[in-house]
């Protein structure tokens, strides 16, 4: 499984796995194939284009035809590739179901034509739903919002590959993951750069959700981990440590501290429709194949408030240039007041 695709890998996940896997497994090849649409950056890429084992094409993972050029000559798919974020998915629920549920079915039959070696299916702790406990693998899913629904229908079809067709596939649950390259929409990465010009962080409801923490290469190496070592037809979460469990409202103060911000930057907003009140999982079976996460989250936290700091051209591009980034920012946020 040397030669891999790695689908959405122009996004924040999957370019910072497209890196990592370049500069532990040097004797890999990586495709990176991806959308180009709002969240998807070239600029993700800046240190990777002299990289003789790197290659980029742009395309969308619902097109058969160019995904097909493009599985027949790779041992592996891992697919990153979604329409990511909740808030778009409420506004446009047609578009993520494409992209989180269709394009994952021509992935697989992509994988299933070319004899891959394994198919790895990046998904998300929101497939579970809400809980006061934490998830399990073998736990029930009950998403809530149309992100995660559409996710949910996405690993439905990857199981039924694997049981059908005997496809090699693997599923990955991620929890909430920060980092450099995050596209400045999410809660750290927006609130980040709108404290930097003290403009107002839009707190949900009265910012009291949970959610478990973890830094972007731990997220890396989980997929890695799972990809070469996981069971055929089996799930594993990946998540920080149950040590990294914050409220929303904390992490934003934390965010205002590490830039000398004051408080006052707060504004609480209309909370969103069908917002999942706490998540945490059991990382026990991923552990047991050697997966073991950042357990200092203020220190990755401070990490990724000093990579923006310092990376303003990167995201300015985003905040200052993108016309989409700015009509969901007006439309969406309007809407809360």
């Not at 910072?16 to 497994?25: E, G, I, P, Q």
């Not at 194939?33 to 993700?44: R, S, V």
């Not at 909740?86 to 299933?112: Q, Y």
């Not at 990465?189 to 923490?213: C, M, S």
Request: proline share 5%.
């Amino acid at each position: 499984m040397k030669r891999l695709l790695v689908t959405g890998g122009a996004g924040f996940i999957g370019s910072n796995f497209v890196r990592y896997v370049l500069n532990k497994y040097p004797d890999y090849r990586v495709i990176a194939f991806d959308a180009l649409t709002y969240a998807g950056n070239l600029d993700n890429f800046q240190d990777l284009w002299d990289n003789p084992n790197f290659q980029f094409f742009q395309g969308r993972i619902e097109d058969a035809t160019i995904v097909d050029n493009l599985a027949r000559n790779v041992d592996a798919i891992l697919n990153f590739a979604a329409e990511s974020h909740n808030d778009r998915a409420i506004l446009d629920p047609e578009t993520a179901v494409r992209s989180n549920f269709n394009g994952v079915c021509v992935l697989l039959e992509a994988a299933r034509k070319f004899g891959h070696e394994r198919f790895l299916q990046v998904s998300t702790d929101e497939v579970y739903g809400s809980t006061t406990d934490v998830f399990i693998e073998g736990g029930p899913l009950e998403p809530n919002q149309p992100y995660s629904a559409a996710k949910a229908g996405g690993e439905l079809m990857v199981r039924a590959y694997n049981v059908t067709f005997g496809v090699p596939t693997i599923v990955t649950r991620g929890s909430n993951t920060f980092g450099p390259y995050h596209y400045p929409e999410k809660l750290i990465p927006l609130f980040i750069t709108n404290a930097i010009d003290d403009l107002p962080l839009p707190v949900y409801g009265d910012g009291k959700q949970v959610r478990e923490w973890m830094y972007v290469l731990d997220h890396c190496k989980g997929i890695d981990i799972a990809f070469h070592q996981g069971t055929p037809g089996e799930v594993y979460n990946v998540g920080g440590d149950p040590s990294c469990e914050r409220f929303n409202i904390d992490v934003t103060k934390q965010i205002l501290t590490y830039l000398n911000k004051p408080e006052s930057l707060i504004r609480y907003v209309q909370d969103r429709p069908g917002h999942d009140r706490r998540y945490a999982m059991d990382c026990t079976k991923l552990r047991a194949l050697g997966f073991d996460p950042e357990t200092d989250f203020e220190k990755r936290l401070e990490e990724t408030v000093r990579w923006y700091a310092e990376n303003e051209a990167w995201w300015r591009k985003i905040k200052e240039k993108q016309a989409d980034y700015k009509a969901f920012m007006d439309k969406w946020y309007a809407e809360r007041k």
